[in-house]
């Protein structure tokens, strides 16, 4: 099995349906580098970290393993369709609104022992939307979620994720080979073309939600962070890559995209544009560490130069400029993976 990174590189070098812009990765690093300059990217002001529970709540582990559990699949197949809304936050964001709106409701919903045992009204209710009648996609399969990784953490981890972080031993390698090991949800491989090929999309953006919450300290603290994982590759990113020249899609995939052709998970054209993303992102942050060098900025810790930091300006980017970049489509799968 290829690691992510490994699989990115991989699947850019035999595909078909894309290709990578050096000058556009290039335009796109030096947006990066100059956002950590003028301090608006650093991993201190993750813009996700304020829907996040404080790294001192004794429950915010388990929070974060319960949302990166939930974190799939929020768009919608017609633009005309009603989104789906909690206190009028949309995607992720919604997501993370529900969670903490059943909190203050008394549903002790980071508990394993309560949704090992979920049903589908108390995921209908925690999950409603603000118009009482958008349900969240894939309902059902949240509900089969939450139970088979309840189910282990009380099996194997007396009922806490915080028992696996420990096991982990500050290691983000072996926390993400611990998370798609033990829970089968996480597990986001393909074969493409004959080979086993990974992409591990929530399993690294669980380490990597861990890491900006802790803020790369005590439980947070992953010497190999760097090393270890890679940006999450999801179906929003891509169109930043593409927004700024870096990712290509040819004439066939584009015109997929375009018509909305639902794109089966774990296909060809599927995998190329996730690797992709992949393999750009892991380019943008060795041409920044390159600059810093260049520019002998000892100003900027590269200890903090990761691909997690890449993934949130790539991410926040796209929530920020969502009608700039409208006119790129993105690819559309039912998929619990992302």
């Known amino acids: 099995m290829l690691s992510p990174k490994e699989s990115g590189e991989f699947v850019v070098k035999n595909a078909k349906y894309i290709q990578v812009k050096e000058e556009g990765i290039k335009n796109l690093s030096n947006l990066v580098y100059s956002a950590i300059k ?4 650093s991993v201190n002001n993750f813009s996700q970290v304020s829907f996040h529970p404080n790294q001192n709540d004794v429950k915010a582990v388990d929070w974060l393993f319960v949302v990166d559990t939930l974190n799939y699949c929020f768009w919608t197949p017609e633009k005309n369709e009603n989104k789906w809304k909690v206190e009028n936050q949309t995607g992720y964001f919604a997501l993370c609104a529900a ?3 059943a909190q203050r409701e008394g549903i002790d919903i980071t508990n394993a022992s309560y949704y090992s045992k979920i049903t589908l009204d108390d995921v209908k209710k925690i999950f409603r939307g603000d118009d009482d009648e958008t349900e969240v996609p894939l309902i059902e399969t949240r ?8 189910k282990i953490l009380l099996e194997k981890y007396d009922g806490t994720f915080l028992n696996v972080v420990k096991k982990a031993n500050n290691s983000a390698s072996e926390l993400l080979k611990l998370i798609v090991q033990e829970f089968p949800c996480f597990r986001d491989e393909a074969v493409y073309q004959g080979t086993k090929i990974s992409l ?6 669980l380490v990597g939600d861990i ?6 300290q005590g439980l947070g603290k992953f010497d190999d962070i760097n090393d270890a994982i890679t940006v999450f590759a999801d179906y929003r990113v891509p169109m930043v890559l593409v927004h700024f020249g870096s990712l290509e899609y040819n004439e066939e995939l584009m015109q997929d995209l375009k018509n909305n052709k639902i794109l089966i998970y774990g296909e060809e054209k599927e995998i190329e544009i996730r690797a992709a993303t992949i393999y ?3 380019k943008v942050k060795e041409l920044v560490l390159q600059m810093i ?3 002998n900025n000892t100003e900027i810790s590269t200890k903090d130069i990761n691909s997690i930091l890449i993934d949130h300006f790539l991410w926040d980017y796209r929530r920020s400029n969502a009608e700039t970049l409208s006119y790129i489509p993105f690819h559309k799968t039912y998929s619990i993976y992302y």
């Open 38 to 41: 003028d301090g608006s990217l």
């Open 143 to 150: 509900v089969t979620s939450l139970h088979e990784i309840g």
């Open 200 to 205: 591990y999309k929530r399993a690294q953006i």
């Open 280 to 282: 750009i992102a892991e």
């Open 293 to 295: 060098k260049d520019e």
């Open 211 to 216: 890491y900006a919450c802790f803020k790369g």
């Open 99 to 101: 969670i903490n709106r």
